[in-house]
C-alpha cells in the first residue's frame, strides 16, 4: 500500500525537523518527505493539524503472556498499544515462566508475529526465575531476539551478582534496566512513607529504599562502564544521583511514568486501590522534580510500566491489592495535557521522550521519518478532546487511576511498517 500523509507538521528530533511537510510510505518504509503531488491509486490522509512523528515506544510494559493469559495476551497488550500510538514495546520478563530462557523468548517473538499489530522486543530475566542467585542465560536470550535485561520487580539484592551481570550485558551491548528498590529498607511499604500514609493507617515505604538502588547502580556502571537504565523513577534524590552521573559521563539512562509526574500521595482516598503501585507514588515535590528532570533533559524517556491486573486483584483491601495500573492507552494523552499544554516541554522534547530516546537506548532502529527508514509513525490531533473511559479500553485490564479524566491531545494514528494498524475516527 502506498500511504500519503498530507499536510501535517512532521517532528523528528532526529533530524532536528519541526515543519509542514508531506510523508509519502511505500512498501513499508518512508519513500519522500516534501512537497508530493498524490496520485489516485494512493491512499491519502488529510493530516492538516496534526502531528506526525516517528513511531512512540513504551519500554516498560506487562504483557503477562504466557502464564496470566487472564490479565492481558499479547494480543490485547498489542492492540492497547496501538491505540495509544505505540507501534513498538518491550515486554517484561515476569511471566510464568519467566523469560530466562531462549524458549521463552522464542515464544514471545511468535505470538508477537502472529498478532501482527506492533513491535514486540522482549526484556530477558537477569536471574533465572527471577531469583537474584543464579545469573540466567543471558547470551542465549540476546541471540533469540531480548533487547534488555532485568529482573523488573524482584530488583537484584546482591550487588556482585549485579556486577557480573552489567559486565555480561556491555559484551552485548544491551541496557540492564532495575527496578530499584533496596527490600529490607522498603519493609513492605503500601504507600510512600510520610503524613499522607499516617493519615491513612498504611504502612509507609521509605523514600531511600530506592535512592540507595539508584546510588548502587550508577557506582557499578562507574566501574562496569555498562548502560544501566533506571526504571520508573520516582523521587526527586534519585534524580539528583542520575543528573551528577550523567555530568560525570557514566553511562545511566532513565525513564519517568505519567502517574508519577502527575499524580502524588495526597491523592490516595477512600482506600482506592487504582492509586497503589511500586514505586508508590510520592509527594509533590518529586512531582514537581519530575517535571523539572523532563524539561532539563535529566529524564530520557515517557515509559508506562502497563501493569494489567484482574478485577479480583484489585477489587480488595489497599493492603492485599496488587500494584500496579495500566497506561498504554492514557499515557500521550496524559502527557499532552500535562506538559505540552502547561509548557513544561516542547513537541520536539515530547518526541524525544517517546520515540527518540528509548529507540536509541534499546537500539531498535526505528526512531526516524528520514527517507528509507521503516514506516512506524504516530500521528497525533492535538484539538482532540478524550474522556477517559476504562470500560472501552483495549487492554483486558481495568485498573487505571485516570477514569472519568478529560484530556486534550490525543493519538489519531498508528502506522507500523506502514500499515495502518489504528485510525480515530475524526
Not at 517535571?291 to 530520557?300: A, K, M, P
Not at 493519538?411 to 507500523?416: K, L, R, W
Request: with cysteine; aromatic share 4%.
Amino acid at each position: 500500500m502506498t500511504l500519503l500523509l498530507k499536510g501535517g507538521t512532521v517532528v523528528d528530533p532526529g533530524q532536528k525537523l519541526k515543519k509542514k511537510r508531506d510523508l509519502l510510505v511505500e512498501k513499508g518504509r518512508v519513500a519522500a518527505l516534501g512537497e508530493i503531488r498524490a496520485k489516485k491509486s494512493w491512499e491519502v490522509v488529510d493530516a492538516r493539524g496534526w502531528i506526525v512523528a516517528p513511531g512512540f515506544v513504551d519500554m516498560h510494559v506487562h504483557l503477562r503472556e504466557p502464564g496470566r493469559e487472564d490479565k492481558e495476551t499479547i494480543l490485547t497488550g498489542s492492540q492497547a498499544a496501538a491505540a495509544g500510538g505505540f507501534t513498538s514495546v518491550m515486554c517484561m520478563p515476569n511471566t510464568q515462566p519467566v523469560n530466562d530462557s531462549e524458549a521463552i523468548t522464542r515464544f514471545i517473538l511468535e505470538r508477537a508475529r502472529r498478532a501482527g499489530w506492533v513491535n514486540v522486543s522482549p526484556a530477558g530475566a537477569i536471574t533465572k526465575r527471577l531469583e537474584g542467585e543464579e545469573l540466567a542465560e543471558i547470551g542465549e536470550m540476546v541471540k533469540a531476539g531480548v533487547v534488555a535485561i532485568t529482573d523488573d520487580g524482584n530488583p537484584v539484592a546482591n550487588n556482585q551478582i549485579m556486577r557480573r551481570a552489567l559486565e555480561y550485558a556491555k559484551i552485548f551491548d544491551i541496557p540492564v534496566v532495575d527496578h530499584c528498590e533496596d527490600r529490607h529498607l522498603a519493609a513492605g511499604g503500601l504507600m510512600n512513607e510520610g503524613a499522607d500514609s499516617t493519615r491513612l493507617g498504611l504502612r509507609g515505604m521509605n523514600r531511600t529504599a530506592e535512592e540507595l538502588h539508584v546510588a548502587r547502580d550508577i557506582m557499578l556502571s562507574r566501574i562496569t562502564g555498562a548502560r544501566v537504565h533506571v526504571a520508573h523513577i520516582s523521587t526527586k534524590e534519585s534524580l539528583s544521583w542520575v543528573r551528577q552521573a550523567k555530568k560525570q559521563g557514566i553511562a545511566v539512562t532513565c525513564e519517568v511514568t505519567p502517574h508519577h509526574f502527575i499524580l502524588h500521595d495526597g491523592d490516595i482516598k477512600n482506600y482506592d486501590t487504582n492509586f497503589k503501585m511500586k514505586p508508590p507514588l510520592r509527594t509533590l515535590s518529586d512531582v514537581r522534580a519530575m517535571l523539572e528532570g523532563l524539561s532539563d533533559g535529566t529524564i530520557d524517556c515517557i515509559a508506562t510500566d502497563h501493569a494489567p491486573h484482574t478485577r479480583l486483584e484489585k477489587e480488595t483491601t489497599f493492603e492485599e491489592a496488587a500494584n500496579g495500573i495500566i497506561g498504554m492507552e492514557t499515557a500521550v494523552s496524559l502527557a499532552w495535557e500535562f506538559l505540552i499544554r502547561r509548557d513544561t516541554v516542547s513537541i520536539s522534547r515530547l518526541v524525544e521522550l517517546f520515540s527518540t530516546n528509548p529507540d536509541r537506548i534499546l537500539k531498535l532502529g526505528r526512531g526516524t521519518l528520514e527517507e528509507g527508514a521503516i514506516a512506524d509513525i504516530t500521528v497525533i490531533d492535538p484539538n482532540c478532546e478524550i474522556m477517559v473511559d476504562a470500560t472501552k479500553f483495549r487492554s483486558k485490564s481495568r485498573n487505571c487511576p485516570f477514569h472519568g479524566w478529560r484530556l486534550h491531545g490525543a493519538p489519531v494514528m498508528t502506522i507500523v511498517r506502514g500499515k495502518i494498524v489504528y485510525q480515530r475516527v475524526r
